[in-house]
């Protein structure tokens, strides 16, 4: 991927700040690694490639927090329109870290709001900060589960989207000890505010990568306890297990 990558010209983190989109609509598109080789080839020209201190393909980590009988979880499992997840995601390149929440509504749309978080954050400022952008109480919750990947960040040069792109996503569930390896499936997730054209879109129509939901919470914990409702996702893993097993097939 290094040789398609140089292509690119690179932005830094100050330039992506006009492109925030913290009240957006988020499209979420499944690839292989095949296939995402592909999709850059054919995007250089439209888009700038992120970089920092020189990386472009960056590490996180996250772990996200749900009530005792996974409220947040069974919403979405339920086909709510309306939900939310919150977390803690950490960049770890730099070791910046925030607290986040996520909120969803019925139209579609995607607001983000988050804090900085530290070892020196005091309860009382987290409990507060949950508590107004969530409704949730900070007692009530407790981590479930956490995954780690690395992110291509791309903007196109409109500056009126941001794409990002997840490899080497895995995950480790703290109530069953369980975890999940999905190296070989690539998340690509398109993040505008839903009025301006994006040049991507007919690129992905050409390789035929199609869009489906993919909760990196929801899926994990469905992937990592099987004991959990599921019927909404089913079809999901199997197509995720489907384009792993192709994946693996045409490496060898």
Known sequence: MTEVLER???????????????????????ATEKQLHSLLSLMADDYYLQEIE??????????????SDLEMYREHQRGRLSRRK???????????????????????????ERMKHTDATSDDV????????????????TPKIENRFRRLTLVNRAFTERLTIDTSLSFNNFTTGNNKDLSGLVVI????????ESPVIPLLRKLRIKASGFSKYCMGLAM?????????????????????????????
């Not at 987290?126 to 919750?141: D, K, T, V």
């Not at 997730?189 to 301006?196: A, I, Q, T, V």
């Not at 792993?244 to 045409?250: F, G």
Request: proline share 2%; hydrophobic share 30%.
């Open 126 to 141: 987290r409990s507060e900060f949950i508590r107004q952008n969530s409704g949730y109480e900070a007692g009530m919750l």
């Open 8 to 30: 690119f010209d690179r932005i830094t983190l100050d330039d992506m700040k006009s492109v925030r989109l913290m009240n957006r609509i988020d499209t979420k598109y499944l």
């Open 189 to 196: 997730e398109l993040k505008r505010d839903g009025r301006s």
């Open 224 to 252: 990592t306890d099987a004991t959990l409702p599921a019927h909404r996702f089913k079809e999901r893993l199997r197509m995720i297990d489907r384009m792993l097993t192709n994946s693996e097939r045409l490496a060898r």
């Open 86 to 112: 919150i977390r803690i995601r950490r960049y770890e390149g730099s070791g910046l870290e925030f607290l986040e929440v996520k909120r969803k509504n019925n139209k579609g749309r995607t607001r983000k």
């Open 54 to 67: 020189g990386e472009v393909l960056m590490p996180y980590y996250t772990r996200y927090y749900d009530t």
